[in-house]
């Protein structure tokens, strides 16, 4: 078989696993007329009957729905948490028409009191017009007011989002692309290096961009080395810091579901993103003294080396990121299009870390007592960062101070995406003002450092 043949092979098989896995991901089944129709739950009153083990003072009896109690509702559970559009309720009969509520929760029969639609119960159809977030698994009714009230539900339509479909064909049309385009650079990298190096322009660009990702790669290795587990040590550490606090919290303080999510799932979604930031900013901090020799001897770019350092980071957290769709896999919640939104925060955590280490790396050489003020700031700044307590538990009259907190748009948009389904773009306020903040502190943190790195040689 020629390489050729074994290279549109591999290219083929890469480009059916990306979309089945986007298909399952996004649909929840193997069934690809979905390709071309919205997907609809229906259930008959038989299915409402059979639900009657999350039936709360109903009865059904002689084809009626009667309550026996007041604040009587039936849950219907959804087979999976979708997107929903709309919902079209037929009763051939009810006691007095009224409107009633819609309650809905995303994994967990409790429903939250302000989550609700309001709809008509009246004889004959109604088509109730939601506004969906991304993920709803269970819905429940209330079809009475007070005790005896009845209805006679015949039919019960679930019309999953228009919009689940679009994003369906959008990302995965994206990834197919970017995976082709990894595909071509990579099998042709040897045409692709000898484009580069017929510009001596293009050839020293490359160039520096190779000795920065080979410096951050042996950074990393230099982290582990000369132990026997080397990298595992990187993994071990934070891994016990969410399990010993998942202990502590679950087992000890026995906290209940977050949001409907298992309690590790919304901590796990907190602490690794904190654990990049933390690991990039306080190694970065120490970027132009640990490489003193670089700085004072070596011919290299030493604005780099803050990135260095912060590369080294995300290589880290590129293990751990797998290590989190691990989990969620694992308790049945992978996140499928929404690994999307976890390189998106990731790519913020890059950014405002590396303006953070701009200022404190620059100020470090001159004052050494920034080294031994970060691990206070840091201890300070994640007890701040709502990641492992809930923003919602501070009053609306104090929610601008965490909303100054740029971090706080970061660990409760990986929640978000993860647990909610909502994608990065959804609280569009905050990421303008997540950006506008650490560009910013790019900016100013370069200029400060292009600004005394003359100096730099002098004082180390």
Not at 26 to 35: A, P, V
Not at 134 to 140: D, P, V
Request: net charge positive; glycine share 6%.
């Amino acid at each position: 078989m020629s390489k050729k043949i074994l290279k549109f092979i591999v290219w083929l098989l890469g480009i059916a696993g990306i979309f089945m896995l986007m298909y399952v991901s996004t649909f929840k089944t193997t069934d690809f007329r979905y390709l071309n129709e919205d997907k609809v739950l229906e259930y008959s009153f038989e299915d409402l009957q059979k639900a009657t083990a999350v039936n709360t003072g109903i009865k059904f009896e002689n084809g009626k729905g009667v309550l026996s109690s007041e604040g009587a509702f039936f849950v219907i559970k959804l087979p999976h948490a979708f997107q929903i559009g709309s919902i079209d309720i037929k009763l051939d009969d009810c006691s007095e028409e009224h409107t009633s509520k819609i309650y809905y929760s995303i994994d967990n029969e409790e429903m939250v009191p302000d989550q609700w639609w309001e709809f008509d119960v009246k004889k004959g159809e109604t088509s109730v017009k939601v506004d969906s977030p991304s993920k709803i698994a269970y819905l429940r009714f209330d079809f009475g007011e007070k005790v005896n009230d009845y209805f006679v539900p015949s039919m019960i339509k679930i019309n999953v989002a228009k919009t689940v479909r679009a994003k369906f064909y959008i990302f995965t049309a994206l990834t197919e692309v970017l995976f082709t385009i990894a595909c071509a650079l990579y099998f042709g990298r040897r045409r692709v290096r000898d484009w580069i190096n017929r510009s001596e322009k293009r050839a020293a660009v490359y160039n520096e961009c190779d000795q920065v990702f080979s410096l951050a790669l042996s950074d990393f290795k230099a982290r582990f080395s000369g132990s026997y587990l080397g990298i595992v040590w990187g993994i071990i550490q934070p891994l016990s810091t969410i399990l010993l606090f998942w202990f502590v919290f679950q087992v000890g303080f026995r906290s209940g579901a977050i949001t409907g999510y298992p309690f590790i799932l919304w901590l796990s979604a907190g602490m690794i993103p904190w654990n990049y930031f933390y690991d990039a900013w306080f190694g970065g901090t120490g970027a132009f003294t640990n490489y003193g020799y670089i700085v004072k001897k070596v011919v290299f770019k030493i604005e780099y080396l803050p990135l260095v350092k912060v590369l080294s980071s995300t290589i880290l957290n590129m293990i751990f990121n797998v290590i989190l769709v691990c989990i969620y896999s694992i308790y049945g919640h992978f996140m499928g299009v929404h690994i999307v939104d976890m390189l998106y925060y990731s790519v913020c955590i890059f950014v405002l870390s590396l303006g953070l280490s701009f200022i404190t790396a620059t100020l470090n050489v001159f004052i050494k007592d920034v080294g031994q003020f970060m691990g206070i700031a840091l201890q300070i700044l994640m007890w701040l960062t709502p990641m492992m307590w809930q923003y919602t538990m501070i009053p609306d009259r104090l929610s601008w101070i965490y909303r100054f907190n740029p971090l706080h748009y970061i660990i409760n948009g990986y929640r978000e995406s993860l647990i909610q389904g909502y994608f990065f773009y959804h609280n569009w306020k905050q990421m303008i003002y997540f950006w506008v903040v650490s560009l910013t502190i790019l900016f100013v943190g370069m200029r400060l450092m292009h600004k005394l790195k003359d100096q730099f040689a002098d004082v180390l």
